[in-house]
């Protein structure tokens, strides 16, 4: 099963008691934005809500999704993410958007 | 001895500040949760170690955190606000319907006798129960959905619900406070709501005297007198004794009646403290000087304390849950400012100092006073 590694804020890292800037979670293909969040949020509960809305599953406004340098905020989270991300080469950053001051 | 816990929310991180009984020295914890905002924390009357906490960042939305241990270690619980049913509209600032949202709990009130239960006020204004110690959360919609409800209009901070007090006499009655829609009171334990606001007069809204849309800041309740109950209004300081079936006004002498935090002495019901602000516009006391005003005869007559506060070039804000009283015999009064500061009179207001000057903005604090 391939390991997908993730890059999340340091606040979330610390509210899910992650050590590092990365974790690592093994999923089934095919593997998408929105099974690398199922899996994410099921692994580490803390975790719900602060990335996409409970109910909607919408991103939350100022956080963003960024795949191999390029940035899948608004990408559907049906498709599929790239080779580099699903062999473990490149993380999936999520990253806090710089606002406010 | 008795010793005293404050519980302290602020922009960036909660901080614990410890005392003995004499509160002259204070030790502050390092920051928990630290770079969130923390806009409430407050502990259990009947379980003294439970203490549940308000996390928010507008970056990662609402967590609630639950400590058993006195604020020693913490776990995040439920953080689902989900509104019952198909929400519908309130008002937004022009006047058009807007669709309720979840935003932040701005409030967490612990029941008076059960650990495990305890409420939650959110923006966009709602009452929510959790009764298994925030493992979930429902709402008591009948407050939201009751008439009035669809022209509720956010004030500047947000349609936020503020001030939730359970009468220890009465478990079935509760009274919150919502800016800017004003006050409502449940008598059948949260089903059917209704507005408290008779006696209120605001002259920025187009009928002065309406049912709803008062921006009501805070209200202080002495638990020896459940029905009385004072106001900080965003202008105007007033009183009712019917449980806020009628309100009059008790500013009396006070330099400006614009202010945020109100709170009653533990001891003595007729003991009411207010911190008078400039105006709407200037969110800072009056003259650069930080005034604590008491009234010993439950209004219209203030004296100002000052004794140990800043009197010069002062520009700080005292925010509505910034003001908390312990129960010792001496009654303790604290506040926070938006400066960072966090001021302790341990006589009942006749002198004051800082236990800290350094602290983020204050949004809260919450006195414990433990056995």
Excluded at chain 2, 295 to 310: F, I, K, V, Y
């Amino acid at each position: 099963m391939p390991t997908i590694r993730i890059d999340l804020p340091l606040h979330l890292r610390r509210l899910a008691n992650i050590p590092g800037h990365e974790l690592a979670l093994d999923i089934p293909p095919p593997i998408t934005l929105r099974t690398v969040l199922d899996t994410l949020e099921q692994t580490y509960p803390q975790l719900r809500g602060t990335i996409r809305d409970h109910t909607t599953k919408e991103r939350r406004a100022f956080l963003r999704f960024f795949v191999c340098e390029e940035d899948w905020s608004h990408h559907s989270p049906n498709t599929e993410l790239p080779t580099a991300i699903t062999n473990g080469h490149e993380p999936l950053i999520i990253l806090g958007a710089i606002a406010g001051g | 001895m008795s010793s005293i816990r404050l519980l302290v929310g602020t922009r960036k991180g909660a901080f614990i500040l410890t005392s003995d009984g004499t509160r002259k020295s204070w030790q502050i914890s390092q920051p928990h949760f630290p770079g969130w905002e923390l806009y409430h924390l407050k502990a259990s009357p009947a379980d003294p170690n439970r203490i549940y906490a308000s996390q928010t960042s507008s970056w990662f939305g609402q967590i609630i955190q639950r400590s058993d241990d006195g604020g020693l270690t913490w776990s995040p619980v439920d953080n689902n606000f989900t509104y019952d049913g198909v929400p519908g509209t309130h008002q937004w600032y022009d006047g058009t319907p807007h669709p309720w949202e979840f935003k932040r709990v701005w409030h967490l009130e612990p029941s008076l006798t059960d650990p495990d239960t305890v409420f939650a006020g959110a923006e966009d204004a709602a009452l929510f129960k959790s009764t298994d110690a925030g493992a979930s959360w429902l709402e008591l919609s009948g407050l939201r959905t009751n008439r009035t409800g669809p022209g509720w209009q956010p004030g500047a901070g947000g349609l936020c619900l503020h001030t939730i007090i359970l009468d220890p006499t009465n478990p079935d009655r509760i009274v919150v406070a919502i800016s800017a829609a004003g006050a409502f009171r449940t008598d059948d334990a949260g089903l059917s709501w209704k507005p408290i606001n008779k006696g209120l007069w605001s002259k920025y809204i187009p009928d002065p005297t309406a049912e709803v849309g008062h921006c009501v800041h805070h209200i202080a309740m002495n638990p020896r007198t459940p029905n009385t109950l004072f106001m900080q209004k965003h202008w105007d300081v007033m009183r009712s004794d019917d449980a806020g079936d009628n309100w009059t006004k008790i500013s009396g002498n006070l330099p400006t009646d614009f202010g945020f935090a109100i709170d009653v002495h533990s001891h003595q019901p007729e003991t009411v403290y207010v911190v008078p602000i400039k105006s709407d516009s200037e969110h800072f006391p009056l003259d650069g000087q930080l005034k604590v005003f008491r009234s010993r005869t439950g209004g219209n007559e203030w004296e100002p304390l000052t004794n140990g506060l800043p009197q010069k070039d002062c520009y700080v804000n005292v925010l509505r849950d910034a003001m908390a009283v312990d129960t010792l015999d001496d009654c303790g009064i604290y506040f926070g400012t938006t400066g960072g500061q966090v001021y302790c009179s341990p006589n009942a207001g006749d002198t004051w100092t800082a236990i800290t000057h350094d602290l983020p903005a204050v949004l809260s604090i919450e006195a414990q006073t433990l056995p």
